[in-house]
Nanobody
Framework: QLQLVESGGGLVGSGDSLTVSCTISGGSFTSYAVAWFRQAPGKEREFVSAINYNGRNRVQADSVKGRFAVSRDNAKKTSTLQMNNLKPEDTAIYYC????????????????WGQGTQVTVSS
């Protein structure tokens, strides 16, 4: 059974940078696309970014383009979301998710999820 564990959340100021990571175990990491979603209080979970199984396809939500970058390290079985120029509206719980091979943008595309990590950006 695939297990995903996020780490690296925290409290930062507006304009700061933060990196969150997702380590996956229990399966063949190189077979999975990894996505990042976020959920703010009172809002639905929304897509942030994703990287496919071989790292050649990366997609992002318009709201984070130019500020966030997703990557993967197959040797470490880890995906990283580098977040730059953070804004208060980026405050949310960030979740990683996995699906076979290619990326998807919908919550329903993913069958395996981490527990989430809180990112808070103060103004």
């Amino acid at each position: 059974q695939l297990q995903l564990v996020e780490s690296g959340g925290g409290l930062v100021g507006s304009g700061d940078s933060l990196t969150v990571s997702c380590t996956i175990s229990g399966g063949s990491f190189t077979s999975y696309a990894v996505a990042w979603f976020r959920q703010a209080p009172g809002k639905e979970r929304e897509f942030v970014s994703a990287i496919n199984y071989n790292g050649r396809n990366r997609v992002q939500a318009d709201s984070v383009k130019g500020r966030f970058a997703v990557s993967r390290d197959n040797a470490k079985k880890t995906s990283t979301l580098q977040m730059n120029n953070l804004k208060p509206e980026d405050t949310a719980i960030y979740y990683c998710a996995a699906k076979l091979l290619e990326v998807g943008r919908d919550v329903g595309d993913y069958g395996a999820w981490g527990q989430g990590t809180q990112v808070t950006v103060s103004s």
